[in-house]
């Protein structure tokens, strides 16, 4: 079946410019996240989405950063007025769910984003 | 604080050498533990996990890990190093003992692994 899709897969903008990246999770899985890789760098957790549950944002950088999932499917990550520093790979992950902790995340190819 | 340890950034292995990658961490309870793939350009990928029971645990591509309690460890193995297993490896840690919402996956920062011909 389809795995975890992201557009787009390279986003060039300018630094100020506001930003729209987009995850479709596997179909059926309750859970998603967002993650930022940096160059070189691990994994930095953002938001995680759990079905209706209220979203875990305590890995959001700033008040730039925000995240919305419609429907229980697809989410986009907004970043407004973007810095340099914003520059690196989103990735986007889902699982089945993650009441239990023990579910597989499936990971998006990510978007690379280059903030000039 | 709760963390994970990969001691070494980088790995180099002789192709159809063993490979061990070390993860060790500091979480209360027994963990769920996890590693996940990142082949250059290409997002990371699921390679095997502990939940409980047998303490080794096989995967996909070959590969295995074995989960010590007394050393809070989980590293990874292959018997035999292929090229095409050159990429950056991540261990992860869930806590089974849960406070609040907290729910995220626990990550190494990596380790670059590289198998020369």
């Known amino acids: 079946g389809a795995g975890v899709s992201q557009s787009p897969s390279n986003k060039v903008t300018e630094k100020g410019k506001d930003v729209e990246l987009r995850c479709d999770p596997i179909s059926g899985h309750t859970a998603l996240y967002w993650y930022r890789q940096s160059l070189g760098q691990g994994l930095e957790f953002l938001i995680y989405f759990q079905g209706n549950s209220a979203p875990d944002k305590s890995g959001l950088p700033s008040d730039r950063f925000s995240a919305e999932r419609t429907g229980g499917s697809v989410s986009t990550l907004t970043i407004q007025r973007t810095q340099q520093e914003d520059s690196a790979v989103y990735l986007c992950a889902s699982s089945l769910s993650w009441v239990g902790g023990t579910d597989t995340q499936y990971f998006g190819p990510g978007t690379r984003l280059t903030v000039l | 604080a709760q963390s994970v340890a990969q001691p070494e950034d980088q790995v180099n292995v002789a192709e159809g050498n063993p490979l061990t990658v070390k993860c060790t961490y500091s979480?209360?309870?027994?963990?769920?533990l996890f590693w996940y793939v990142q082949y250059p350009n290409r997002g990371l990928q699921f390679l095997l996990k502990?939940?409980?029971?047998d303490n080794l645990v096989k995967g996909s591509y070959g590969f295995e890990a074995e989960f010590n309690k007394s050393q809070t460890s989980f590293h990874l193995k292959k018997p035999s190093a292929l090229v095409s297993d050159s990429a950056l490896y991540f261990c992860a840690v869930s806590p089974r003992e849960r406070a609040g919402n907290n729910r995220k996956l626990i990550w190494g920062l990596g380790t670059s692994l590289a198998v020369n011909p």
């Open positions: 502990y939940i409980t029971g």
């Open positions: 979480v209360s309870g027994n963990p769920y």
